[in-house]
């Protein structure tokens, strides 16, 4: 190994400053007359827009899909979006890592412009889960669990969080009520948000009275099944301006890992790979959770929120359910979590995600975000998971100036 | 757009030199008795042997992975592996970009030490194609062609790859005895490699008189189903010396892009990614086609090594055929192509070929390759391709001194 001042000497020295000049995404939802190629497209397109550029000044594509080989049966779908885009001779890579596959790509584009390698990158997310069966897509999800130790023994996705949320509420005093309160407030976010899937309030008795999914879940706990992509383009911060009035800044990056399955794990409701992200992340950002101004976290269940605004240390752990009870993460409050409505609301595109909330915390940074601008922030942080935990990447952006 | 002094600044002159200081690789095959996640830690962990270095030195692991999703039920494999090796809290992030998805992996991995971000990077490739039935493995082939366009209406992988065959005869006069001579040779040179799935020599009545497959290429014009997996360890090259003896060096990447649909390109027998990315790699390692001492090709049927020949600058077009008829391919002669076997006698872990190819050209640029060594090679060049070209990627190895 090299020394520890050797290891980070490029990284802190030499590296680019990297910028994101644009952002585009879809409405989320069922959207029956969108294919997954037309889906990236148009996100991709209203990204480059946005950074008034165009297609043959993109050097490099990035794509985060989960799972479009069993969703729409096709492989290979990097080139293939930036085909229909019209930049077929632009090298383009997919990046998989479950749900966090979205933020995961976003971390390599970053590292393509910071390197030198790449100036003008695009980074999309896109998926297209409504052209299974809602059984089939939910089977979808659980093969990002450890397929051999999980889900052949009969562990949904769901059950698997279903059993921390349990452990949660054992361990920490942790409420339905708290849960449920999650979704409402999420609701409430996407209520603002144009593009959400259900950009409608919902009341806290429904969540606690809906069907139940895996107990302690009911099925306004859970994520949707959804269409939709999301996109941004990168480029050198030092030319940032001459793309965009507002470009917004990528201070920190960090990824983790974990033990896959979750009975591996010795603490079921600490997410160890979010823990290594976030302390990579505010590391290299070179501040704490104290700094950050809102947050996009990994909402997938309610429980994975509670959770992750622990482990990325905005509450201790045990206190992320009443915290979110006093209101400590509504707009404008103590941390304003999912603004956007959060995958809970705004909606899961799973390979999408990482992506839509890059979208998000770029339009609050720029002050853009309408009915649901928190504000004036300096500091937004975006979270996300793969499959149950065993992939994990944090995004610290900062506004310009 | 940057002007092309700042474009390659950072590249030229601040990019860390990337050495690869360890290899490693499992017999290919129809492996029974092994799963992804076991033939993806045996190629990792003989490698790592190879380096001389442990688990925890490790900083990043990247996977190249194709299809588990559809061949094994199971996505989100990077962070599976990474935890079946013993290294769960090691961020690992998979590859995808059809058959090529190990060259792209390998590509990402260069990025990370490059850019210094990391110092320790493993890559590794793997796939297990034979948990499903041929058919099934070949339509997961196929799904790395355009869906909507090609393999609906009927086209298979190999008949969009017999048409390319067609045409290079007719435009050309291209033989089916030079397309078989191809099997043959690469038979030849899997003989001599201990880790091949089809490790004997065939006659060239025997590839001609093969059942069709489709027309013109028959049953031993095309790559087998395989398992396999292959990984190499990557650090900055200035310290390359202190963990192998003879480490090599990465001297150059291109990553090219095409149209994703064969119908859309202009000739079908030339495939402009290849030709992009191997102009990237000679213009980065600051040589040409007449320097490489031999290469690693995407031989997934025979035609597609005489087209890469053609399109990688060693032969002109249209002449590939002719050349690997008069031995100009064979080890020791002109220029020695696939001396590890190839996709045709080695083997096709589709998602793994490209590490396997870089585990190949190491051993060569290492003179550690056996009955198959080349005569004291100085530059080696692997090429790996996605679907039926709409990704290809060009690396150029370097031995150290």
Redesign the interface.
Known sequence: ??SSE??????VS???DVAIIGVGETRLGELWDK?L?ELGIEAGLKALKDAGLKGD?VEKLYVGN??A??L?????I???I???AG????????????SASGG?AL??GF??V????E??VVVGGAEKMTDVGEQEAKD?LS??????WETVFGATFVSLYAMMARYHMEKYGTTKDQLAQVAVKNHSNAAKNPNAQFPREIKKEFVKNAPMVADPLGMFDCAPISDGAASVVLC?AE?AESFHGKPVKIAGIG???????VH?RKHICTM??TE??AKKAYSRAGIGPRDIDFAEVHDNYTITEIMSIEDLGFFKKGEGGKATEEGKTDINSHIPINTSGGLKAKGRPVGAVGLNQAVEAVLQLREDAGERQVNEPRYGLIHNI??TG??SIVHILKRWS
Chains 1, 2 share one sequence.
């Open positions: 190994m090299l050797k290891r980070y000497l490029l990284e030499d590296l680019r294919s190629r000044e989960m799972s080989g069993k729409i049966d096709q492989e290979h990097a080139p293939l930036a085909d229909y930049i077929s001779e632009v090298p383009s890579t997919r990046v998989e890592s479950g995961i971390a390599e590292k393509a910071a390197s030198g390698m100036d003008i979808i093969s990002t669990a450890d397929q051999e050198p030319r990824q983790g890992g974990d033990y896959m399955s591996e160890k790979a290594r992200a793969g499959g065993a992939s």
